[in-house]
């Protein structure tokens, strides 16, 4: 059986960084050194690989049948990172048609957990913003692209730590959206012209921490936690103003029980013009054992102006305490897809652990494709228009995690394309369709050192096109975060040299 998951406070403090997410969910402990256990059987959910959080080593150490991520602490305190703490990082769901409950879930839950409000927004037109759903900006028609070389800018000037750089294709550039510490944790925003130049002042957003961000527009939505328990999760839209600075539209409470949410995941459905919430929520295992918790995934909705859908709340997953299911805390895992949501997620059970990747309809109703079983860290999904692209870490019991491709398309997996170097860590991905490719970023850490890479990749015929976006014999920390594609050429927002951390942003074609 594998061993639970304890919340240790003093541990999930540290653990909010440059290279850190709150810890795994999930059977497993929580700490420097959690033990990460169990397999997963279908429809179930178990323990995910914990981050640990270190200043000094951005490896992900790992040893057989545990996964522990390290990662740097956001500057050197933690607001509100205790809540966070209990997020568990986890895999890309992918959308689909069809009613999927994993076993126990229906005769488990009740009142809003099984209550299904709205249709299935479907249409046969795709609509697409400004590139937030897959990272591209989809004009309709041929787009006129500038001959622009590629280039390397350092868009910030704070002396505060800067972190988890997000960035959103905009008509006119990007904007890009960050945070730090000061000297409690703050969201801001930033305007970067096409060859990321900033234009204008940087704004704040929002006091605290937007885990996972979406963008809908001329609206913007972070998910947020904050510490108790049950810990609180919200959902802030935001309305961006045509000085590119944002005002704040209104705050949705996650409807949540037990410990509360771990990791939180939103994307914005243009058919519907709303917010999915995909997101982990912890319980006790045991009420005599407070804090060894498992967790589960549930669904839900975010009107565009910001306020809960009443009876929007889904269960995904089983309310089995021997299993617990992990989402990702890093690049956001949930994207948008034409007509429905698609994401990956894991399932950690007392077994196996089985990897899906998931498409879900407007309203939550989940249809799952196994893609890998054996621990995972971080899966992110993107979509091309026909199938999608779906990468993520696999535990390979060997003291690490290596970066794992494939190509999803009606329901089939094609074959596993492994990047990276299988000798280290390899894993952190962002990815971004562009056309009928897709291009991955992801870091290799080794030797107390990481360093940031690319690959462009033809699904069909598994060519790879690898870039190394570190200079040559870099010996410090480089994180990717963001990866965008606005048509023309694609946007990489990474974390460049642990600490003190700042953003930097790769433009190429």
């Not at 607001?79 to 009613?99: I, L, M, Q, R, Y």
């Not at 961000?213 to 049950?230: I, K």
């Amino acid at each position: 059986m594998p061993g639970p998951r304890v919340l240790s406070l003093s541990c999930a403090l540290a653990l909010l960084g440059c290279g850190g997410d709150p810890s795994a969910g999930g059977s497993q402990t929580e700490s420097s050194s959690g033990t990460a256990t169990g397999p997963t059987t279908t429809g179930t959910t178990a323990a995910a690989p914990t981050e640990g959080s270190t200043a000094s080593s951005a490896t992900e150490n790992s040893t057989a049948g545990s996964a522990t991520e390290g990662s740097a602490t956001e500057g050197s305190a933690t607001e509100g990172s205790a809540t966070e703490g209990s997020a568990t990082e986890g895999v890309d769901p992918t959308t689909s048609a069809g009613t999927s409950s994993t076993t126990g879930d229906a005769s488990s839950t009740t009142g809003d957990e099984t209550s299904t409000s709205g249709t299935d927004a479907t249409s046969s037109t795709t609509t697409t913003t400004t590139g937030e759903e897959t990272g591209d900006t989809t004009t309709g028609g041929p787009v006129e692209c500038p001959v622009l070389p590629d280039a390397t800018a350092k868009p910030l000037t704070d002396p505060k730590p800067e972190s988890r750089p997000k960035l959103f294709v905009r008509p006119d550039g990007y904007h890009l959206i960050y945070m730090f510490q000061a000297p409690a944790f703050e969201t801001h925003l930033v305007k970067l012209a096409p060859d990321g130049e900033v234009v204008g002042a940087p704004s704040l957003v929002a006091s605290g921490v937007w885990h996972q961000v979406a963008g809908g527009g001329e609206r913007y939505a972070g998910a947020t936690t904050s510490s108790g328990v049950p810990a609180t999760g919200k959902i802030t839209v935001v309305a961006v103003q045509p000085d590119d600075t944002t005002a704040l539209v209104d705050v949705a409470t996650i409807p949540s029980e037990g410990r509360g949410p771990g990791a939180i995941a939103v994307q914005w459905n243009p058919v519907a013009g709303e917010w999915g919430v995909l997101w982990e929520q912890d319980h006790d295992i045991n009420p005599n054992q407070p804090g060894i918790v498992h967790s589960r995934l549930y669904f839900g909705r975010v009107t565009a102006d910001g306020v809960w859908v009443d009876g929007s709340k889904k269960l995904l997953t089983t309310v089995d305490t021997k299993y617990s299911a992990v989402i990702s805390d890093w690049d956001n895992p949930l994207i948008w897809a034409g007509d429905r949501y698609a994401a990956v997620w894991a399932e950690y059970g007392p077994v196996t652990t089985e990897v899906y990747f998931v498409e879900l309809t407007a309203d939550g109703e989940p249809t799952r494709v196994k893609i890998d079983q054996g621990h995972f860290s971080r899966g992110v999904p993107a979509w091309n228009g026909v199938g999608y692209g779906v990468a993520w870490s696999h535990f390979d019991f060997n003291s690490h995690f290596n970066l794992r491709f494939a190509y999803v398309e009606g329901g089939a997996v094609g074959e596993v394309l492994h990047l990276g170097d299988d000798q280290v860590y390899s894993g952190s991905a962002s990815i971004v369709a562009v056309d009928d490719r897709f291009t991955v970023a992801w870091q290799d850490s080794a030797n107390n050192s990481s360093q940031a890479y690319f690959a462009k990749i033809d699904p069909q015929s598994l060519a790879v096109e690898t870039v190394e976006v570190s200079e040559p014999g870099f010996a410090d920390h480089d994180w990717p975060y963001s990866l965008v594609h606005d048509g023309c050429r694609h946007a990489l927002a990474y974390q460049h040299v642990l600490n003190p951390p700042d953003v930097w942003v790769r433009l190429f074609e």
